[in-house]
């Protein structure tokens, strides 16, 4: 029996509580971490510090029945589900941005039922949710989702939802109780922006019609301001990416964009964060005000210079257009097809050296030519920018 | 646009914004003839150097409607173009925030996602996306959401989930999956103005929508007709929604519903009424919109989209 505060669960330092070092391989992390039926979050947002890294490597160790969830790797799911490796999906966003309006092999999967999604949020609702995990709130406000279907797809009430079992445990611990909550504003909306100052609210928006909202019996059956609750997000494990780390787990991001991963990173229970460069310490703490994660939160820090590919991680390199561009036209072959070529792809590389190194460049169809690391330096981003603005985007031809 | 080796100091023109403020003008940047003609000949486009295709329609007609000064909540695909060509033209001043984090950007090359790195050069903050829809979203600065959709209905709420399929061989109908609501359910409760995005093919403008993902418009789905405060909604409720061949627009008093606001061309209004899914009545300032002047086409072709990545698709219609 140990005394209050000295069973130390996670700690800031070179080493984890078992006196193992923080620092992995991926090979190492996913086995350690990720199995089948775990529940992943993804950080990253559109093609931008995606963890490309862990995610080859979830495909090399064809870790399947997952239950992933993210509201920005769109792209990062796409490649976990066209390896068949998905089962079960909370999100809000499952486009290919430009290049496909809607990731073909999930679609597909979604539709046939390979795929079961559990919860469909807006971006807004998701984000808070994902806040709430990370504050260790029990629920997070939020003014969206209201009037429409969204809400309907409450998945413990509707279809789709996995049974649950007598004793009030979801079938997964990660999967919350409801998919939300509706209450009455206890200050009647007093909150709500614009508000009535005597001169005027500076605020941006114009519109904003209390008195009607306050006769809304919509969701609660009786008149007031509707607030929706959401549940946190309490993921498994959180894959993120980030440019660089401290060797006792501190993580500064950097530069472009940050979407959720902050939050999804706090809030799981493993965090792994991949990085283009593993740094000591002294240098992120010198100027803490630029790092993101404590170190305590960081369970795995995996090194891996342009793993990010083929997404982009800003100050570093860009994506590989011509990469997506191609795997667009792709992935519109037939299922097993899409697999196999994951296979060809990822699987049979030993790690993500050997992938960038013979693989980077190699199924683009629109390129010059250019395989491995020839490739990725012409990806390197330009200093002003943070992305490589004369990269050349064409569309292929249909 | 330093990495286009353009440093000389660039010709600008005045022009008088017809959505915006009465009488605010703005100015901007005048592309080369020759710029222009090199472009043309480079990418080996066919298309009238002087006058818009249907996409070249659409994006500039957004952009005219967005007035300058606006805070423009901006959905991730085609309105990325529509709002980096405001900011070069009509709305140089309008503050640009994306739900990816970004506050403020002076986009110069057309991001692919809000999530591009292209969409947070020089910006002022960023953000994680609760930040973005919490401190500016929630908090009262997304004056102007623009959106893309798959279907938009008589009352502008719009479907971006999932869509029915009818099987041409006569079985069940199928539901068909779409990408999901992403930040447009939250733009369209949280902002005070809607900007739509959208080709005008039938299929897209049905009388009422498969699933409501994003209310834009001031009413709910066809049937319960509920006014967008009656579910609690405190904001917006006016929608505007430029596709390829018109505008639409709400009526704000009234029934809510989307009117006939502006055509491109005359000899398209049957187009739109046989591509619409419902009786569309005409707004009673409805008018023809005047054709993108040459300025603005070279800007949206040499600037905003140069490799025609949102202005290479091709209409269904």
Redesign the interface.
Known sequence: MSLRGERKVRTIGVTDPSGRNKIMSAREAVAEYIHAGTCVAIGGFGYTRLPMTLVREIIRQNVSDLFVTTCGAAAAMECLAASGLISRLDTTYIGLEGLQPVANSLRRQIEDGDIEIIEEYDNCSYSARALAGRYGWPFAPVMTGLGSDLMETDVLLGAGFPQRPEDGRCVHDSIPPQHHHVIDDPFNGWGLRPHEFRDGDTTGNETNALPEVRLSTRYTNRPGVKVVLVPPLIPEVAIIRAAVVGDEGTVRLEGGIWGADNEIGIAARILIVECEKIVPEADLRYAPEANTIAAHCVDVIVEQPFGGYPAAVPGYYDYDWDFWTSYSQLNRRNKEEVKRWWHSYVADTEDDWHFLATRAGRENTSGHGSIGWERLFELRADATYGYRPQLSRPLPRA | L??EGLTTTPRRLRVRNRYGEPGIETEFTVIDDARHEAYLAAGGIEIDPESATAAEWMVIATARAIPDGA?LFVG??LPIAGCMMAQHTYAPNAVVVM????VGPKI??LP??????????HCTT?????D???SV???????VGILGGAECDRYANLNS?SVNSCDPAGGPP?????????????IA????VVIVMMPHERRRFPERCA?????AGSR?RLGSC????????????SALIATDICVLRTETEGTGELLLEALYDEREEEEVYRNTGWVLGKSPTFHMMDPPTLEELKILRCIVDP????L?R?RKR
Not at chain 2, 137 to 143: E, I, L, M, S
Not at chain 2, 211 to 215: A, E, G
């Open positions: 330093r990495s805070f991730t695909g739900e990816s984090g970004v110069e090359h692919v996602s809000v999530g591009d790195a292209r969409a947070s050069f960023i953000g994680s996306i609760s973005l829809f919490g979203a929630t908090r009262g600065y997304a004056t989930l199928r539901k068909l999956r779409l990408a999901g609501s992403g930040g447009a359910n939250s409760s949280l902002a005070d699933h409501l993902t994003s209310p709910g509920e006014e967008r405060s009656r579910v609690g909604l405190y904001r917006g409720g490799t025609r990545i949102y290479g091709s």
